[in-house]
């Protein structure tokens, strides 16, 4: 999914290298690749074009933490414009009613039958009781479909195959919903090729007459531009609640995904993923934007150093890395910006290599607390020179804090452990160790 998208951010972020600083010469040139590669992702041009301009608008001038390169730092300032572009926030959908009616509108083709399936079966699975209903008055291999995928997920399904007005099956499968005891109802509508009249005028009577809770507008997100065209249509006419975007699996360009919101400003609800009943996800504009820039985990530990990094410290820290004279004082200073992070491994299991490295290093809430006793047990030349702690200081250290002469081996070991991982830790920031490959 969005490979070519992906690919050409990530080249784009790669020219903008070494500096401390964004500059407005750096960037610009960067932020006109991030707007080329959005438009050629099929990013309606006047959309691309606002969201790079805020993307500049923002980076200009930035400093750049110690701890992230500017090529990161502006990874982060695109990720959050791209999550607010595509609503920021994931939104529900709504099941009010008794029985809770949900309608399905789309083109032919665009997956409204499946979705209609995958929706069925979601929510069976919270232990709803969920009727299909088909609806589609024209095509009787529709009513078929939708029985095969019905008895798949184990959802009855409502039909007339008979009838040939809409407005009256969709009334009739909501009495009939009523009197057996379901909760929720999809009606699954007939779609056409292309948006028409006709169609629309008979989806919008079922509308009027069954008043739903939720209307779903289906759109098959290969289609790109067009999808976001057929969205307005629709949404004219229907005022619909929420897009189901539907073969994100395929070799889509991601233009639908990143435009529809702010053109049609309706939400994405549900992606589809796939041909199977449980190809289904909830749409997470975080999480969206996270995979079209390929880089995952980095983004939190950007976000992360840039909430608690002392920076002034870090760089002290640093220093005395380099001249390996890494002491207990510093660990303690260390210990409290840990504990500011969050869980240590957690953080550190960002970092390929790091984490590995960390795997059996126990380090967590309450180990803190002992090592902080023995710490404060130890003088200010222990703590100072931990290289002088023999055998009889760590005995009375021990007796000190009140712990076990085997805590105390223990921390000097995990204390030599912990001088190794920050010295990688600090060769990642330095950039001597790799930082995650964006894929
Ligand atoms: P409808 O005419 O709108 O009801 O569309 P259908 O539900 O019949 O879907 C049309 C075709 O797209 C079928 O072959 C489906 O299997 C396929 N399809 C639907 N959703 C997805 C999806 O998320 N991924 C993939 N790869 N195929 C899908």
Same mark, same amino acid.
């Given at each position: 999914?969005?490979?070519?998208?992906?690919?050409?951010?990530?080249?784009?972020?790669?020219?903008?290298?070494?500096?401390?600083?964004?500059?407005?010469?750096?960037?610009?040139?960067?932020?006109?690749?991030?707007?080329?590669?959005?438009?050629?992702?099929?990013?309606?041009?006047?959309?691309?074009?606002?969201?790079?301009?805020?993307?500049?608008?923002?980076?200009?001038?930035?400093?750049?933490?110690?701890?992230?390169?500017?090529?990161?730092?502006?990874?982060?300032?695109?990720?959050?414009?791209?999550?607010?572009?595509?609503?920021?926030?994931?939104?529900?959908?709504?099941?009010?009613?008794?029985?809770?009616?949900?309608?399905?509108?789309?083109?032919?083709?665009?997956?409204?039958?499946?979705?209609?399936?995958?929706?069925?079966?979601?929510?069976?699975?919270?232990?709803?009781?969920?009727?299909?209903?088909?609806?589609?008055?024209?095509?009787?291999?529709?009513?078929?479909?939708?029985?095969?995928?019905?008895?798949?997920?184990?959802?009855?399904?409502?039909?007339?195959?008979?009838?040939?007005?809409?407005?009256?099956?969709?009334?009739?499968?909501?009495?009939?919903?009523?009197?057996?005891?379901?909760?929720?109802?999809?009606?699954?509508?007939?779609?056409?090729?292309?948006?028409?009249?006709?169609?629309?005028?008979?989806?919008?009577?079922?509308?009027? /007459?069954?008043?739903?809770?939720?209307?779903?507008?289906?759109?098959?997100?290969?289609?790109?531009?067009?999808?976001?065209?057929?969205?307005?249509?629709?949404?004219?006419?229907?005022?619909?609640?929420?897009?189901?975007?539907?073969?994100?699996?395929? #070799?889509?360009?991601?233009?639908?995904?990143?435009?529809?919101?702010?053109?049609?400003?309706?939400?994405?609800?549900?992606?589809?993923?796939?041909?199977?009943?449980?190809?289904?996800?909830?749409?997470?504009?975080?999480?969206?934007?996270?995979?079209?820039?390929?880089?995952?985990?980095?983004?939190?530990?950007?976000?992360? /150093?840039?909430?608690?990094?002392?920076?002034?410290?870090?760089?002290?820290?640093?220093?005395?890395?380099? %001249?390996?004279?890494?002491?207990?004082?510093?660990?303690?200073?260390?210990?409290?910006?840990?504990?500011?992070?969050?869980?240590?491994?957690?953080?550190?299991?960002?970092?390929?290599?790091?984490?590995?490295?960390?795997? #059996?290093?126990?380090?967590?809430?309450? /180990?803190? %607390?002992?090592?902080? /006793?023995?710490?404060?047990?130890?003088?200010?030349?222990?703590?100072?020179?931990?290289?002088?702690?023999?055998?009889?200081?760590?005995?009375?250290?021990?007796?000190?804090?009140?712990?076990?002469?085997?805590?105390?081996?223990?921390?000097?070991?995990?204390?030599?452990?912990?001088? %190794?991982?920050?010295?990688?830790?600090?060769?990642?920031?330095?950039?001597?160790?790799?930082?995650?490959?964006?894929?």
């Amino acid at each position: 999914m969005f490979e070519n998208l992906s690919s050409k951010l990530e080249q784009a972020f790669k020219t903008l290298k070494g500096q401390g600083r964004i500059t407005d010469i750096n960037v610009a040139q960067t932020v006109k690749e991030i707007r080329k590669a959005l438009i050629d992702a099929d990013v309606n041009y006047k959309v691309a074009k606002t969201v790079t301009d805020s993307i500049l608008k923002e980076a200009i001038g930035r400093e750049v933490l110690i701890a992230v390169k500017p090529g990161e730092l502006l990874t982060k300032i695109v990720y959050d414009h791209l999550t607010s572009l595509m609503g920021g926030e994931k939104t529900d959908i709504s099941l009010k009613g008794d029985p809770a009616v949900v309608l399905i509108a789309g083109l032919q083709g665009s997956g409204k039958t499946t979705f209609s399936g995958k929706l069925a079966s979601h929510i069976k699975k919270q232990n709803k009781n969920v009727l299909l209903v088909a609806c589609d008055i024209y095509r009787p291999a529709a009513i078929d479909q939708l029985k095969v995928l019905g008895e798949q997920v184990g959802v009855e399904v409502y039909s007339e195959p008979e009838n040939k007005d809409a407005v009256t099956i969709a009334k009739n499968a909501i009495a009939y919903a009523k009197a057996n005891n379901k909760k929720v109802v999809i009606v699954d509508t007939a779609g056409r090729l292309a948006v028409d009249e006709q169609m629309m005028k008979e989806i919008a009577a079922v509308k009027q /007459a069954i008043q739903p809770s939720e209307t779903l507008f289906v759109v098959d997100s290969m289609t790109g531009q067009d999808a976001v065209n057929t969205a307005k249509t629709f949404n004219e006419r229907l005022d619909f609640d929420g897009v189901v975007l539907t073969k994100l699996d395929g #070799d889509t360009r991601g233009g639908a995904a990143l435009s529809i919101k702010s053109e049609v400003n309706k939400p994405i609800k549900f992606v589809g993923n796939g041909e199977k009943m449980d190809a289904l996800d909830a749409f997470y504009p975080d999480r969206m934007a996270q995979r079209i820039l390929g880089m995952g985990d980095v983004l939190s530990l950007v976000e992360r /150093a840039q909430m608690v990094f002392d920076e002034e410290e870090a760089k002290r820290i640093n220093q005395k890395l380099r %001249k390996n004279q890494f002491d207990f004082n510093d660990f303690l200073s260390q210990l409290e910006q840990v504990k500011k992070m969050g869980d240590m491994k957690d953080l550190v299991s960002m970092i390929p290599g790091v984490g590995k490295a960390l795997k #059996d290093v126990d380090i967590n809430e309450d /180990a803190f %607390k002992p090592i902080v /006793a023995m710490i404060q047990s130890m003088t200010p030349q222990e703590r100072a020179n931990p290289d002088m702690i023999n055998g009889s200081r760590r005995k009375r250290i021990a007796a000190g804090s009140g712990v076990q002469i085997q805590q105390v081996n223990n921390l000097m070991k995990h204390f030599e452990e912990l001088r %190794k991982m920050m010295k990688m830790m600090n060769n990642v920031k330095e950039g001597k160790m790799k930082m995650p490959n964006m894929k």
